[in-house]
């Protein structure tokens, strides 16, 4: 008796738990509707229906608890091939007049199916996938600043199909089909592959990727650029990168970027990657601004297209710390090595894919910054980083643990980790210093005398020792940046309001500016057909186009600077002059004074 009731007991628990888990004994089932259809039709369709059963991964078949009903209509819209309602699927007659006996079955009708049965899936019980926050960050609808809801899609280039971009559903059903049907689905979009395996079920596909994230990065000349193939396996480490603010409009915030803190071939991942700061890479969200003059109404309106940026450390350094005499501060993420991966590949899907716009206020670097960083980092997508300034998304980051903002806390010892780059204003008066020590310079402030003529530098040039000398030499290419920048502003006036007609320079300028669209945008650069992240063939392309831009550009870019120099104001010609000239008389004391002091040393001796 006690073993009946134990029997009986254990059948009542065996079948609690089946009606626990319905999809476990479920499988995909067809039923086919007939009406309308001829003889030959209708084995066209047993067979598209048979073929794509065999095709459907068994993980997504046994998610079906009831059989599809599929019938076939000649109403549909012309760009319908499918649609579903209440988990019964309706699909276009004229996908069956291509099918074949003895042949492949044609990937439209294939995917038709296969897309409509994404959304049976979606809709039905257990699914709902489509309406997930997680789903809307991967698929491209970012979550808006200050308010509740979600941008549209901007993810507009390297796409299989702009359908997908009509909704969340309709993506997840495009990027079904190629999940299912595309082999190289796992390498073109890792991380939508990876959610379908995680939340579906695997597709049964084997796929070598390489593991290398391409990347059009920028050079050190002007004008050059070259694709950068980066190992998620060799970036130690990222660092959230915060340009302070200065006084221009559009700075006063400061600039939000993330370092890239890769290690330099032959070195072991580690602390001592932080040294090889030649190898390190900055991603940086900018407006690229196609003309030749910058309008703060495009800005704040959204005319200008929001651009990730990659490049070299070392320039951003200088960018900031140099020319503009902005300090830059490096806080370390908290990241584990498969965050950043996940992290490095998200930014190569908006590198290649993002066409959004850059507004001044509400889309702007910290924003897209954010987008970026929650978007990459899955744990981070919760409560969100959206904040509008650079400080204020520091601030969060902090707040949540994701941030160390405590290896700035003593200003020299971050400096010699490479946690903190002054700016050069700083550094600037302390060379003032040393030369005031030997010299009247008839001032206590580096930017007064940065800020003089230079004919009225140079009576003084002469004068200093060894170490005046080489203080006052720097400086004066400190003053030559500040004049080319000066003259850079003043020729952006006179070539963006022509006196007459067209204008040789302009027109050289425009090409220019086009090329480096094509750049930051550079799915420009690849061949048509392709979607997500450019595969073999397709970089060897990038790397070709943007090579041959580059050996256009550069020579391009030096000529232009040289014709448009000639072009200033006399005033602003004669300084640039000047400056040149007290360069060459510092040079030439300089190794005057060397000698000296290399003569009576060895007297000494």
């Known amino acids: 008796m006690q073993a009946r009731r134990r029997a009986r007991r254990w059948r009542w628990a065996a079948l609690a738990a089946l009606l626990a888990s319905p999809f476990a004994q479920a499988e995909l089932q067809f039923e086919l509707q007939p009406d309308g259809l001829d003889g030959q039709q209708i084995l066209a369709a047993e067979r598209a229906l048979q073929d794509v ?13 009831r059989p599809v009903r599929v019938r076939w209509s000649s109403t549909l819209p012309d760009h319908v091939h499918g649609r579903t309602r209440r988990g019964a699927i309706t699909l276009r007659r004229d996908l069956l007049a291509d099918v074949r006996a003895g042949e492949p079955l044609p990937r439209a009708l294939q995917a038709a199916l296969i897309h409509e049965l994404a959304h049976v899936l979606d809709r039905g019980p257990g699914g709902g996938w489509s309406q997930t926050a997680r789903w809307r960050d991967l698929s491209g609808w970012q979550q808006r600043p200050w308010r509740l809801g979600r941008t549209g899609n901007h993810f507009s280039t390297r796409s299989p199909d702009a359908y997908e971009r009509t909704s969340p559903a309709e993506y997840l059903a495009v990027n079904a089909e190629h999940f299912v049907l595309d082999p190289a689905y796992a390498c073109r979009r890792p991380a939508l592959h990876a959610w379908f395996t995680a939340q579906i079920g695997a597709s049964g596909h084997a796929a070598d990727c390489d593991a290398r994230l391409p990347l059009v990065q920028a050079d050190d000349a002007s004008g050059a650029a070259s694709l950068l193939q980066v190992d998620p396996a060799r970036v130690y480490a990222v660092d959230y990168l915060l340009a302070e603010g200065n006084d221009q409009l559009m700075s006063r915030w400061g600039h939000s970027m993330l370092r890239l803190v890769i290690c330099a071939p032959g070195r072991a991942p580690g602390p001592a990657c932080r040294m090889d700061l030649s190898y390190h ?49 490096s806080v370390p993420l908290r990241l ?10 998200r930014a190569a899907q908006v590198h290649w894919s993002y ?14 910054t954010g987008k970026l960083l929650q978007e990459g980092v899955p744990a981070w997508a919760t409560p969100g980083l959206n904040r509008i300034t650079p400080r204020g998304l520091l601030t969060r980051l902090t707040r949540e643990g994701r941030a160390d903002p405590t290896v700035l806390q003593n200003r020299a010892e ?47 040039l002469d004068q200093g ?57 550079p799915a420009a650069l690849l061949p048509a057909g392709g979607y997500g992240l450019p595969l073999g063939s397709e970089r060897a392309a990038a790397a070709a186009s943007t090579a041959a831009i580059s050996a256009r550009a550069v020579p391009a870019w030096q000529q232009l600077q040289q014709q448009l120099r000639a072009r200033l104001p006399a005033a602003q010609q004669q300084e640039l002059v000047t400056i040149e000239d007290n360069l060459d008389r510092l040079g030439a004391r300089m190794r005057t004074l060397a000698r000296e002091e290399t003569a009576t040393g060895a007297a000494v001796r």
């Open 53 to 65: 059963q065999h095709v459907v991964p068994a993980a997504w078949q046994a998610r079906f608890d």
């Open 465 to 521: 020792g060894l170490r005046a000398t080489a203080a006052l030499l720097l400086l004066e290419q400190a003053a030559r940046q500040r004049e080319e920048l000066r003259a850079r502003d003043q020729l952006k006036r006179t070539l963006g309001n022509p006196a007459h007609g067209t204008d040789p320079a302009r027109d050289t300028l425009m090409a220019l500016l086009h090329d480096t669209g094509q750049l930051v945008s």
């Open 355 to 368: 066409d959004g716009k850059y507004l001044f206020v509400s889309n702007n670097c910290a924003v897209e």
């Open 336 to 345: 584990q090595p498969g965050e950043i991966a996940s992290l490095l590949e």
């Open 281 to 329: 890479r900055v991603l940086s969200f900018r407006a690229f601004v196609g003309d030749v003059q910058i309008s703060s109404w495009r800005g704040l309106s959204g005319s200008y297209p929001s651009r990730l940026f990659v490049l070299p450390l070392n320039q951003v350094i200088n960018e900031y710390t140099q020319l503009e005499l902005r300090g830059l501060s």
């Open 414 to 460: 971050a400096t010699r980790q490479g946690y903190y780059f002054a700016s050069a204003k700083d550094h600037y008066q302390q060379l003032f210093e040393v030369a005031r020590r030997e010299l009247p310079l008839g001032t206590p402030e580096v930017t007064a005398w940065l800020l003089r003529p230079a004919a009225q530098r140079a009576p003084w």
